[in-house]
């Protein structure tokens, strides 16, 4: 049975760019990944998603403008052996000068561009769903949060 986890895929609009939250946990087979975790006995993705982002970064849904309908779900094979899915919403940070609040398991964070994030990110999966969210979010096809 895959082992699922959840979080959100935080965007800012700041100066004309589009950015994107990175953060950097050693530990972890993709060390540079936005805020995620996993699923709890007795809790859904969402509620998942919502505790491992305040956990990681210290945001709070009241901060965000959570995107209930732009998911993306990534599966995955761990280095462990077994298999991973993640499910990611696209949120946006309501306050971009809002600066996150690091956990102890994460040494770094970095907001960048699409496709810094995709290069230090280093998956395909993740090179697909971030680009298209990019797109998305650059078009304004993102209905209401």
């Not at 994107?20 to 936005?34: E, I, V």
Request: a negative charge.
């Amino acid at each position: 049975m895959a082992k699922r986890a959840a979080g959100f895929l935080i965007f800012r609009r700041l100066c004309e760019r589009i950015e994107y939250l990175m953060l950097y946990a050693p530990s972890k087979q993709y060390q540079w990944t936005p805020p995620k975790g996993h699923v709890d006995p007795g809790e859904d993705d969402f509620t998942t998603a919502l505790r491992e982002t305040f956990e990681e970064s210290g945001y709070t849904e009241s901060d965000l403008k959570v995107y209930r309908n732009q998911s993306c779900t990534l599966e995955y094979k761990h280095d462990k052996g077994h298999d991973k899915v993640v499910v990611y919403w696209l949120a946006e940070l309501r306050n971009p000068s809002q600066q996150a609040r690091l956990s102890e398991e994460h040494q770094d964070m970095r907001w960048l561009e699409c496709e810094d994030a995709i290069k230090i990110a280093g998956n395909d999966d993740f090179a697909k769903m971030i680009r298209a969210f990019d797109v998305r979010i650059k078009q304004s096809e993102l209905g209401e949060p």
